[in-house]
């Protein structure tokens, strides 16, 4: 008898549905700045894809759990499940992330695409993630950002860099801007608006035109310096504790990656219209846009690529991750070239790939 009430137990446990995981997910983003729209867009998914059964998202507008700069440490102990990012944020943690988040003068957001789905990126956003036990899905890229909003100083030239406060973030863009004399501050997006209008810092460059007209630069700035050289383009995502992601089953964890592919491919013609939509709203608000011409984006290549080689060759992994995407750039140049100008963005004259392999071992 015990031994049928022992076989019957075990058959109704095995028959039993799975206990329903529930995630918690924030992100770095307060509901005021649009890029808030691509989690948003990759949870409401996510949920629609998953069964109800097995895992459901409640996700959480940035600043309302933890602040930004602590989202990361939240996921990796586990604290909450989930994380949205900018991959830039955590370059204090390992310069590897950099490149992971942006590039300066490098990749387009096509470039970010092909290189994350079919040259090995995916595989370094995990292995660098992975150093702090999370799970990495990209799935939100933007093109190059607006550059730099200046309240009294239009910037037309390189020389006009020289002596300016800007914000700006990243690593390797703080040191390129630097040799090109100008000094950079680091601040939370959240800041900048009051730093602005209170004279702290001389301009600013936060996201594409439309993230920057929803948070009001417009009416702290007059000029608009362009193309966005700092940030090529900008890679987000979600952490996940692997410890959550390793609880899912195969099917699940197989749905959120559908969900953040194709989250990925929305969030690029998403912010297209935005930024197209929002570059009309600046010349209505009477911003004066500047473009740098072609000799001074030359003049910034050149420096830019002593840069990220000499912030590469600090770091193996930094230098393993820019190594793959400068070899992505080398092998897609034969077909990219070729089918010029129906091609798909430019090839930059990039950092030695030598250089930066040898500093990779």
Known sequence: MKHLLT???LALAAAA??????????????????????????????????????????????????PAGEVF?????????AGADWPGYWAGRDSAFSPLATTASLFNAVDYVNWIQEWGGADLYNEVYGKFGMVYLPYGVTN????????????????????LRLRLSGLEQGKLLE???????????????????????????????????????????????????????????????????????????ERLEIA?????????????????????????AGTEINRLD????????????????????????????YASQISYLQDYATWRDA????NLGRTPNGPDLAAIQACAQ
């Open 7 to 9: 076989t019957a137990a």
């Open 17 to 66: 549905p799975a206990m329903a995981e529930t995630w918690t997910m924030t992100s770095t983003w307060p509901s005021s700045l649009e890029l808030i729209e691509i989690d948003k867009h990759w949870v409401e998914l996510a949920n629609s894809l998953v069964d109800d059964d097995k895992l459901t998202i409640e996700f959480y507008e940035g600043g309302s759990l933890v």
């Open 73 to 81: 440490g939240a996921v990796e102990s586990g604290t909450i499940q």
């Open 144 to 163: 190059n950002e607006s550059g730099f909003r200046t309240v009294s100083k239009a910037i037309k030239t390189v020389d006009d860099l020289k002596g």
């Open 179 to 253: 040799k090109l004399g100008g000094n950079q501050v680091s601040m939370a997006g959240g800041e900048i608006y009051q730093s602005l209008e209170r004279g702290v810092i001389d301009g600013a460059e936060f996201s594409t035109p439309n993230v920057d007209f929803s948070g009001g630069f417009q009416q702290v700035t007059k000029y608009w310096s362009t193309p966005g050289w700092h940030q090529s383009s900008s890679v987000f995502g979600v952490m996940i504790n692997k410890a959550s992601w390793d609880a899912l089953d195969d099917e699940t964890r």
């Open 260 to 284: 953040a592919d194709a989250t990925m491919l929305w969030s690029l013609a998403f912010t297209e219209k935005r930024a197209t939509e929002a570059f009309a709203q600046f010349t209505e």
């Open 294 to 321: 072609d000799a001074a984006l030359e003049q910034i290549q050149t420096l830019a690529n002593e840069t990220i080689q000499e912030v590469a060759c600090e770091n193996p992994l930094s230098a393993k991750v």
């Open 339 to 342: 089918s010029a100008p129906f």
